[in-house]
T-cell receptor, first 115, second 114 residues
Framework: ETGVTQTPRHLVMGMTNKKSLKCEQH?????MYWYKQSAKKPLELMFV???????ENNSVPSRFSPECPNSSHLFLHLHTLQPEDSALYLC??????????????FGDGTRLSIL | SQQGEEDPQALSIQEGENATMNCSYK?????LQWYRQNSGRGLVHLIL?????REKHSGRLRVTLDTSKKSSSLLITASRAADTASYFC??????????????FGKGTKLSVIP
């Protein structure tokens, strides 16, 4: 149990569907992150939220739309995805975004498959 | 852009042997972290070593950092089948932008054979 819960664990969707991934952390952390993990590629940072405010958007296509209603919850809204978007999407949190040297705590991810 | 790169990409050893994985990076860093990922699971933080530290231990794990060579190594002693996983190094390079981003390598896939 890492303290970071992601739902659903698996998601299969068509290219025209709209779905959302959910992440919840029970650690009292103030920073949350979305990562994409594809086979044979390094982990890619997508979005960073510090105290509910988005501070990083690493050139992610607009078909991915993040939402952070509070410091404990993070969503990734998906719309009109492409086959190359099939991947494992990982959520992570860390305690204080102002402190550079901190571990991140990861959820177990959502395995997304685009048909 | 990729900052850390692990070597080897895959490693297979017998239970009880030691496993050594290496990580090289390109720019100056604040710290370097190692993570483990079991199949189908998220990443788990193992150890963090700061740029002014040269060696750190945690249980059966030993991490070294050589900032002059921009490299780090992770040693797992007396390996167990449960150590089978992928291992990633992550660096926190100076960005100058005030934000905190970890950049990960592609990982080393370790198989420990019982």
């Amino acid at each position: 149990e890492t303290g970071v819960t992601q739902t659903p664990r698996h998601l299969v969707m068509g290219m025209t569907n709209k779905k959302s991934l959910k992440c919840e952390q029970h650690l009292g952390h103030n920073a949350m992150y979305w990562y994409k993990q594809s086979a044979k590629k390094p982990l890619e940072l997508m979005f960073v939220y510090n105290f509910k405010e988005q501070t990083e958007n690493n050139s992610v296509p607009s078909r991915f739309s993040p939402e952070c209603p509070n410091s404990s919850h993070l969503f990734l809204h998906l719309h009109t995805l492409q086959p190359e978007d099939s991947a494992l999407y990982l959520c992570a949190s860390s305690q204080d975004p102002g402190q550079r040297s901190q571990p991140q705590h990861f959820g177990d991810g959502t395995r997304l498959s685009i048909l | 852009s990729q900052q850390g790169e692990e070597d080897p990409q895959a490693l297979s050893i017998q239970e009880g042997e030691n496993a050594t994985m290496n990580c090289s990076y390109k720019t100056s860093i604040n710290n370097l972290q190692w993570y483990r990922q079991n199949s189908g699971r998220g990443l788990v933080h193992l150890i963090l070593i700061r740029s002014n530290e040269r060696e750190k231990h945690s249980g059966r794990l030993r991490v070294t950092l050589d900032t002059s060579k921009k490299s780090s190594s992770l040693l797992i002693t007396a390996s167990r089948a449960a150590d089978t996983a992928s291992y990633f190094c992550a660096t926190d390079p100076y960005s100058g932008a005030g934000s905190y981003q970890l950049t990960f390598g592609k990982g080393t896939k370790l198989s420990v054979i019982p």
